[in-house]
């Protein structure tokens, strides 16, 4: 009876598995698996959200992805939010932010929403540039008229300009221009408020590199290099991504982007290009929806999971 009763005691304290956390990963509708017609890119959703979802699951932490603009989403039934590939925010951002104000106020939301307020407007570079951070050179300009576009060179001692909307994303109404070339219709450019940089030869001959963080810790980076005669670093425009074996020098420079940012960050990604004179600038710090390059990141899913694992 002693024994019987020993062994009860021990089973009884044995620690219970902890419940799974259910986590939303918010998406585009076009980029679910069951989207009747599917975006061209839906395949780096898939990439990132299966790296993702299997080390999470080590932790016993479930993935879902759901379409953030979902009419139907019940924001009650998820412990937590990540804001994961929702590559079509820069069509409504106001209805963005408001669906990611609403989460905020009743789930944890990664990134923080502040963050995220402040990330979307590339008029951040100044920030970041105020904190010492290398940047490329900007103006930024209430409007990509003619008259705005032609005082360019100028302003940045350049012959070639790269002109980009202030919120916008995938090179979306991008335009590249040498001088004298004909200014391409308005509807081309970006509609409003807009930024622009002068155009740098090493995006071309170099390649562009991605540093990716996960709660501060650094995972890993790709370099990303254009199709021939283009200048773009998107996959969807024929680049193509390997990996990079990034200095500690390298990584400590993006790092002061990631320390510069107004709050904690669970991901973000670095974008950086080497300049006229050699060094790294920062060209965009990614903390909304990045994509993370999972492919030349083996290691991407531990690091995300273990991140959002101490968050939680």
């Known amino acids: 009876l002693v024994g019987i009763h020993s062994d009860w005691i021990s089973w009884t304290l044995l620690p219970t598995p902890r419940s799974m956390s259910s986590v939303a990963y918010l998406t585009c509708a076009g980029l679910l698996p069951k989207a009747p017609r599917r975006m061209a890119d839906a395949w780096e959703h898939d990439l990132q959200i299966s790296a993702l979802r299997v080390a999470c699951a080590e932790h016993r932490i479930e993935l879902h992805d759901v379409a953030w603009n979902d009419p139907d989403l019940d924001v009650a039934a998820f412990d937590a939010f990540l ?58 300009e209430a409007s990509a008229d003619d008259a705005t576009i032609e005082r360019s060179f100028d302003a940045l001692g350049t012959d070639q300009v790269v002109i980009k909307p202030e919120v916008g994303a995938g090179a979306w109404r991008q335009v590249k221009l040498q001088r004298g070339d004909v200014i391409p219709d308005a509807s081309e450019r ?5 930024l622009i940089q002068p155009y ?39 680049a193509n991504e390997e990996v990079h074996g990034a200095t500690d020098a390298e990584i400590d420079l993006a790092r002061k982007a990631i320390d510069a940012a107004p709050a904690a960050l669970l991901h973000a990604r670095v974008d950086m290009v080497r300049d006229r004179n050699g060094r790294l600038v920062l060209m965009e710090l990614e903390i909304i929806e990045p994509y993370l390059y999972p492919e030349q990141g083996p290691e991407l899913g531990r690091h995300f999971a273990d991140a959002l694992a101490a968050r939680l």
């Open 83 to 140: 804001i994961g590939t929702t590559w079509d925010y820069t069509d409504v951002p106001g209805a963005f932010l408001g669906r990611l104000a609403s989460i905020a106020m009743a789930r944890p939301l990664f990134n923080d929403i502040d963050a995220v307020r402040w990330n979307l407007d590339k008029s951040y570079l100044r920030d970041l540039g105020d904190a010492g951070v290398p940047v490329v050179p900007t103006l930024f």
């Open 200 to 238: 740098l030869p090493s995006i071309t001959t170099e390649g562009e590199y991605s540093f990716v963080f996960c709660g501060g810790t650094f995972s890993h980076c790709a370099r990303k290099r254009p199709a021939q005669g283009d200048y773009r670093s998107q996959a969807m425009y024929g």
């Open 190 to 194: 970006p509609p409003d408020r807009t």
